[in-house]
């Protein structure tokens, strides 16, 4: 098992993040793969996060729960 250091600069996660699921990777692989009918409401590298972080160890989370929660945000 890895250790983890005491104090971990949040920005440095996210730059790692984002150099393994560059958004312009993200983007492209969506395209490909039929995800991306029409560019207009739900962004894939916004969608991909929101699932990826959303569901965490132990937590039972369902799309429609994202859903939820993303529309009381964007209200």
């Known amino acids: ?7 971990i600069n949040p920005y440095e996660i996210e730059n790692v993040l984002n150099k393994m699921f560059s958004p312009e990777w993200l983007r492209e692989t969506a395209a490909r793969v039929g995800y991306v009918q029409r560019n207009r409401k739900i962004d894939p590298v916004t969608f991909f996060w929101v699932v990826v972080l959303g569901f965490g160890v132990g937590v039972q989370r369902t799309i429609a729960s994202l859903r939820r929660a993303y529309e009381t945000v964007s209200a």
């Open 1 to 7: 098992m890895a250790l983890i250091p005491g104090k």
